[in-house]
């Protein structure tokens, strides 16, 4: 069974989905700004998954210079996924974060960094016990310059692990943004409403060389 999680569904096997979007009808948990499509100008947007989201998320939320965070899917087929869908691997989504972030404050060199070390971008449909395509690491871009970065720090970082014997290949899928779907309400801030759940986040103990 674990063995068939870690295989990506084809678009015409994906679930169908459905036409109406989960919109969050409250603000951030944390810092009060609103959590819908919007970008306010003059911030730019990410989106990583690095395994469950409840744990990345608040790894990005506590940094001076984000603006905004949420789970959500991206990266797969089905449109407006629910939860229990995407955990089905029927959808082809991972769970994702969507960072919101003034590039004044904070560069993206630094969310790269995050990114890199607090989770094991090696492990392919996977991230510890947590198996399956809907755990794979990504990053989704929003801008040539992005995408760029990204590949970058991808090539910094694998040579990184190499330096420390940590011989496997990175696995993550960098590519442009498409779809974003905001994950249901409960899911939102997880665990700022409950701090003793459960978070997956580990890294290999390597840290990415500076730039």
Not at 105 to 125: V, Y
Not at 144 to 165: F, R
Not at 176 to 197: D, I, M, S, V, W
Request: proline fraction near 8%; aromatic fraction near 10%; glycine fraction near 10%.
């Amino acid at each position: 069974m674990s063995a068939k999680k870690q295989v990506m569904i084809s678009p015409e096997a994906a679930l169908i989905g459905r036409a109406t979007p989960i919109l969050p009808s409250l603000p951030h948990a944390v810092n009060g700004t609103p959590i819908n499509d919007h970008k306010p100008e003059g911030l730019e947007e990410l989106i990583v998954g690095m395994g469950c989201f409840w744990g990345a998320e608040r790894l990005f939320w506590q940094l001076d210079g984000v603006y905004s965070t949420s789970v959500g899917y991206s990266g797969g087929f089905t449109p407006n996924p629910s939860y229990e869908e995407v955990c089905t691997g029927k959808t082809g989504h991972s769970e994702v974060v969507r960072i919101l972030f003034d590039p004044a404050q904070i560069p993206l060199k630094q969310l790269f960094a995050l990114f890199w070390e607090n989770h094991d971008p090696t492990q392919g449909m996977q991230q510890d016990n947590d198996i399956g395509t809907q755990y794979r690491s990504v990053i989704y871009t929003t801008s040539p310059s992005q995408l760029d970065q990204a590949l970058q720090s991808k090539e910094h970082y694998q040579a990184a692990l190499k330096q420390q014997q940590h011989l496997l290949e990175i696995t993550t899928e960098i590519e442009p943004a498409g779809n974003y779907y905001f994950a249901e309400e409960y899911h939102q801030q997880y665990l700022a409403k409950n701090p003793g759940g459960y978070c997956g986040l580990g890294g290999t103990g390597v840290c990415l060389p500076p730039q």
